[in-house]
Nanobody, 117 residues
Framework: QVQVVESGGGLVQPGGSLRLSCAGS????????VGWFHQAPGKEREGVSCISHPNNTYYADSVKGRFTISRDIAKNTVYLQMLGLKPEDTGVYYC???????????WGKGSQVTVSS
């Protein structure tokens, strides 16, 4: 069964850090482009960062220099290290694994991140 599961969210103070994990099962994530998306309360989902196959990375301007995306092939997992968190980073973070040439597109259920003092 194919699954994408996010974890690592939580409550953190401004300036703090979190590391989100996106674990894949039932498929080999290494061959997929994997993206992280942020949905703030009352707003549309927006792309934050992605890592392609093999390993080109992309970051939205709002997170450049603060967030880092990476893969652990052995664990079939993609991480999003988030530093210097701001209140506007609050929201649900979703992971998407896509292999468009094969028509495959998998979403997780999201992980809540709350940045508040």
């Amino acid at each position: 069964q194919v699954q994408v599961v996010e974890s690592g969210g939580g409550l953190v103070q401004p300036g703090g850090s979190l590391r989100l994990s996106c674990a894949g099962s039932g498929f080999t994530m290494e061959y997929y482009a994997v993206g992280w998306f942020h949905q703030a309360p009352g707003k549309e989902r927006e792309g934050v960062s992605c890592i392609s196959h093999p390993n080109n990375t992309y970051y939205a301007d709002s997170v450049k220099g603060r967030f880092t995306i990476s893969r652990d092939i052995a664990k079939n997992t993609v991480y999003l290290q988030m530093l210097g968190l701001k209140p506007e980073d609050t929201g649900v973070y979703y992971c998407n694994a896509e292999r468009s040439a094969f028509g495959r597109d998998y979403w997780g259920k999201g992980s809540q991140v709350t940045v508040s003092s």
